[in-house]
């Protein structure tokens, strides 16, 4: 008897779309297409008659939106879901909502899927169903099948060293955040335990252009604080919370004054953008007493820049695969050796806290 493979469910208001996605997705030998919906209500239903592994969901349609439809789904237990929307500052804002109100990640189309790179939205969202879908089976205890080739985040961990020694202590002048799939939840959560910093935090969430300004509305709204979308050249307050432009990569570095500033890179060369990487290489350099931060996300980025924090003993704090949404990027800094300590992200908080009354 061959393993199942990973049942899909795609919900989508348009049938040009729906087409679209089933022909992304036809070619990969571990999923299956077993239900097509055009609205939420038809999704609940076929949620709880079907049985999917994953839910591919849209944001705006008929009778019961997108996010209406996760919220049902989420409330009972049901398979994790998937958004599909549009690349406008409208589809973000709607995306986070439903990010935040139970859906485990999205993937963005051009509303007409004429402009969009095909190539791209058919890699991510095998990618996301993939790793969803067995993330649910092993949930409902079934076995996958196996793709004919596996991505490298997929493949079997090694044994992982154990967290470097603690570097001694320094009071921080700049914290560094690297995080994706899940950052919304956890970055809230960060934040929230913090408190305002006396140095800035910048954070690399992945996410396209159009979306980080309105994620950094929806942090500075839940939180109660300022958080803003960084700007090519701008001065990073001591208590700033700045969350990078999507898109591209970014550096910082140390003016003459002292104060450190953002500045726009060129993105070529990293899969993720924002890249974690170059943002740490770059607070490794710029810094004096840096803080680096890997959080839940898919993929290993992060572990490459790191490196220079751990070359020059500066602390690497990595969350507790365990407590992940997705510990792809945590699991990739642990094996690299770069980590000098795991914890759960309040427990981050705390640690980056005490670092602050060092004198």
């Not at 791209?120 to 949930?139: D, P």
């Not at 840096?290 to 990595?318: H, K, Q, W, Y």
Request: glycine share 8%.
């Amino acid at each position: 008897m061959t393993d199942p493979r990973i049942r899909l469910l795609v919900v989508d208001d348009s049938n040009f779309v729906r087409i679209a996605l089933r022909k992304m997705l036809e070619p990969a030998p571990d999923i299956e297409i077993v239900g097509e919906a055009r609205n939420g209500a038809e999704a609940l239903r076929l949620s709880r008659k079907l049985k999917p592994h994953v839910v591919a969901m849209d944001l705006n349609m008929p009778v019961m939106d997108g996010i209406e439809s996760v919220q049902a789904i989420a409330a009972e237990k049901g398979p994790p879901c998937i958004m599909v929307s549009n690349e406008t500052s409208e589809g973000a804002a709607a995306t986070i909502r439903a990010l935040e109100t139970g859906a485990v990640d999205f993937v963005c189309k051009n509303s007409s899927f004429i402009t969009f790179d095909m190539a791209s939205i058919e890699r991510q969202l095998t990618e996301k169903v993939r790793h969803w879908g067995r993330w649910r089976m092993a949930l409902t205890g079934e076995r996958a099948a196996d793709p004919v080739s596996a991505s490298p985040a997929e493949s079997a961990p090694k044994m992982p060293p154990s967290p470097r020694p603690p570097v001694r202590g320094h009071r921080p002048d700049l914290v560094v955040v690297g995080v994706s799939t899940g950052g919304p939840v956890a970055l809230a959560e960060l934040l929230g335990a913090l408190g305002p910093l006396p140095c800035p935090l910048v954070v690399a969430q992945h996410m396209p252009a159009s979306f980080t300004a309105g994620f950094a509305a929806s942090l500075a709204r839940s939180l109660g604080r300022s958080v803003g979308e960084g700007a090519d050249g701008e001065i990073l307050a001591p208590t700033a919370v700045t969350i990078l432009r999507g898109g591209g990569d970014w550096t910082v570095r140390r003016s003459h004054a002292g104060r450190f500033t953002l500045h726009a890179a060129d993105p070529a060369g990293a899969l993720y953008h924002p890249s974690a990487d170059r943002l740490f290489r770059s607070a490794a350099e710029a810094a004096e007493s840096p803080v680096a931060i890997i959080l839940t996300g898919m993929g290993d980025d992060g572990s490459s820049g790191a490196v220079a924090f751990a070359e020059r003993r500066f602390p690497v704090l990595v969350q507790d695969p365990a407590t992940c949404a997705v510990d792809g990027m945590p699991k990739a800094a642990i094996r690299a050796g770069i980590a000098t300590e795991v914890l759960p992200v309040t427990s981050i908080a705390r640690k980056l806290n005490a670092l602050f009354t060092l004198s």
